[in-house]
């Protein structure tokens, strides 16, 4: 690997990643005249064909359902601004935050979670199939764009983000971005953050998500503490105004109180273990974190939403009739890979290579292309 050339960024922690400690990128490129080794990293994901279909693909709402529910791709750009915001706080590299939350949701399948738990059964015999490791595939290999090489190229750093976490036996084949899993070291401390990033906004979002379609009801989410006091606390300073004002107002502080907790427990960790590098960070325990009490009220609000929104009757039709599509797709492709289209043949075609195809589908490209395949009705 290249090593960076040197970049001071003033008010940066001497253990945020930067170019001076980075481990570079697979393949040697000029620098950029005006940008940072990250802001790039940053670019070039937001350039490529995996982040655009993010708009078309669930977060928990299936694409058609509403204009106003989340996507992958709001959901990423939450997140980017919520570990963004973290970063800048602590001293921490905002543009690989940036970069890494970006990216990190970039190998879902259509069809949200549905989606990866029927493809992952259809690849069982063949390795699996789990998003995090496709992102990372998507970013190393499957974007083809750059005359010389494929994929994108990234810093080590963000591919080591993108990887939030994988088995001990996956790590024994991804050569040095598999070695923290094998040594149990931690990842950078911007890496950590993207990881909780995800879970403030995802949780906060689909209360808000889960309320506007009704799934949810304030009655439900007023037994649940964090709502709880937030909400009274909206109420207490506003009283009688619009439901959805009061929703947002909610919401709002909700974030709020996570992100604020969290900055002050992980500057609170940094200061007991004093690390001086980024190496440092690697050799500690993880260092990003809420305090105990936010930990278990948020942890409450995660089950919940796991019991009343993801598991909602109307949900799990959805999630029984995107597995189908899924499974059907695949069996088809496997049985006979040449119905793929030309572009997307290879000469082996591996199950692998079918899942990749699968797996890049928007929700609407899917149910269209299972449409082609299978409505009678249409030939
Ligand atoms: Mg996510």
Redesign the pocket.
Same mark, same amino acid.
């Given at each position: 690997m290249e090593s960076l050339t040197l970049e001071l960024v003033p008010g940066m922690a001497s253990y945020a990643v930067s170019a001076n400690n980075s481990r570079g990128r697979r393949f040697t490129e000029p620098h950029s005249v005006y940008r940072s080794e990250f802001q790039r990293d940053r670019d070039r994901i937001i350039h490529s064909t995996a982040f655009r279909r993010l708009e078309y693909k669930t977060q928990v709402f299936v694409n058609h359902e509403g204009d106003h529910f989340r996507t992958?791709l709001t =959901?990423?750009l939450e997140?980017a601004q919520i570990a963004r915001g973290i970063a800048r706080a602590l001293g921490l590299n905002e543009d690989l935050t940036e970069a890494i939350s970006l990216a =990190? /949701?970039l190998g879902h399948t259509p069809f949200g979670h549905a989606g990866q738990e029927a493809l992952n059964d259809c690849m069982r015999d063949y390795g699996g199939f789990e998003h995090n490791l496709q992102s990372l595939r998507i970013v190393d290999k499957l974007e083809q764009h750059y005359a010389s090489f494929d994929g994108l190229n990234l810093c080590f750093e963000t591919r080591e983000g993108i990887l939030k976490h994988c088995s001990v036996e996956t790590a024994g084949h991804l050569g040095d971005l598999g070695e923290r899993f094998i040594n149990q070291t931690q990842a950078s401390l911007e890496a950590q953050i993207c990881n909780l990033a /995800?879970e403030i906004?995802?949780n906060n979002h689909d209360i808000d998500d889960g309320l506007r379609s009704d799934l949810l009801s304030l009655d439900q989410l007023e037994e649940i503490a964090l709502f709880e006091r937030n909400w009274a606390s909206a109420k207490n300073e506003y009283g009688a105004i619009d439901r959805r004002r009061l929703v947002h107002e909610t919401i709002r502080r909700m974030i709020n109180a996570l992100v604020c907790n969290l900055i002050e427990m992980t500057k609170s960790n940094i200061s007991r273990c004093v690390p001086r590098t980024l190496d440092d960070i690697r050799q500690s325990g993880v260092l990003v974190g809420f305090s105990e009490e936010m930990y278990d009220a948020q942890l409450k609000m995660k089950h919940f939403l796991s019991e009343n929104l993801y598991q909602h009757y109307e949900v799990l039709r959805m999630t029984r009739k995107t597995r189908r599509i899924v499974g059907d797709l695949f069996s088809a492709f496997l049985d006979d890979p040449r119905m793929l289209p030309p572009a997307y043949r290879t000469e082996d075609n591996s199950p692998r290579h079918v899942a990749d195809y699968i797996a890049g589908m928007t929700d609407r490209y899917a149910m269209k292309e299972h449409r082609r395949l299978f409505a009678v009705g249409e030939i």
């Open positions: 992958r =959901h990423s997140v =990190h /949701d /995800d906004a995802y």
